[in-house]
């Protein structure tokens, strides 16, 4: 019994906290470089040029995170022109009872948020423009990790060109945190750990144990193919701005 709950603790934490944390590490760490080639080349201002949309998605994802998580917001700006003297490009700025569990665990998911949140808008994006690509995803993510094939579609290459203007705006802008949200998302992680090491055991208990973990490696098989999605884009972008 003690053998299967550290196992299923081991489970929880790694598909929960270590694959997403894995993805969000390289896509953020891609795209930062990219950022900073742009500014190199255009000036601070360009980011909003080649990223604005991205950086909209960007703050807008650490509001809402952090209006769910209960926090209160005293002041935001989902885009802002750079200046000589603050180069911020978008904030939110928001405070919590550093007493309440969910407030504080609430500060993981609101600093990586926006991963997240492109994620989830270049998803949405390639529904709408490459439906073919689209499903193709959909039907990969669906199937066992152990029969996992993906299958290029067919596609409309005018469709496919808009669908990759609009999420290397997203990519560039978006997915590139800064130190202060990993800083903040550090404020809940201990508490992010606990509440997931508890799930992990009460889980363990119960009947639900079987068709839960199903679900959990359905959903990160599901997260795994939408990042590597976007990590390729983000690489494609990064190789085109490192030879302009």
């Known amino acids: 019994m003690l053998k299967d709950i550290l196992t299923n603790i081991g489970l929880v934490l790694g598909l929960m906290i270590g694959v997403p944390f894995l993805f969000i590490y390289l896509?953020?760490?891609i795209n930062h470089g990219t950022k900073q080639r742009i500014a190199n080349q255009f000036g601070?201002?360009?980011?909003?040029?080649?990223?604005?949309l991205g950086i909209i998605i960007h703050e807008a994802s650490h509001l809402l995170v952090a209006l769910v998580f209960g926090h209160h917001i005293d002041q935001f700006r989902l885009l802002r022109v750079p200046t000589a003297d603050n180069n911020t490009?978008?904030?939110?700025?928001?405070?919590?009872n550093k007493r309440n569990l969910y407030q504080n665990m609430g500060n993981l998911f609101i600093g990586v948020a926006p991963i997240f949140g492109c994620c989830l808008s270049v998803l949405l994006l390639a529904k709408y423009f490459i439906p073919e690509v689209y499903q193709s995803l959909?039907?990969?993510a669906e199937q066992p990790l152990s029969q996992l094939i993906v299958v290029l579609p067919t596609f409309n290459w005018l469709s496919m060109g808009l669908f990759l203007i609009i999420a290397a705006n997203i990519c560039i802008g978006g997915f590139d945190l800064s130190p202060a949200d990993f800083d903040n998302s550090k404020q809940g992680f201990w508490q992010g750990v606990i509440c997931l090491t508890l799930l992990a055991v009460i889980i363990s208990l119960t009947p639900l144990q079987a068709p839960f973990f199903s679900l959990l490696i359905?959903?990160?098989?599901?997260?795994?193919?939408?990042?590597?999605?976007?990590?390729?884009?983000?690489i494609v972008m990064n190789l085109i701005f490192r030879f302009i």
């Open 138 to 140: 959909m039907t990969t």
């Open 27 to 29: 896509l953020s760490s």
């Open 44 to 52: 601070i201002g360009g980011q909003i040029g080649f990223g604005f």
């Open 89 to 96: 490009l978008g904030y939110v700025h928001h405070t919590w």
């Open 218 to 234: 359905r959903l990160t098989v599901i997260i795994v193919v939408i990042s590597l999605f976007n990590l390729l884009i983000s």
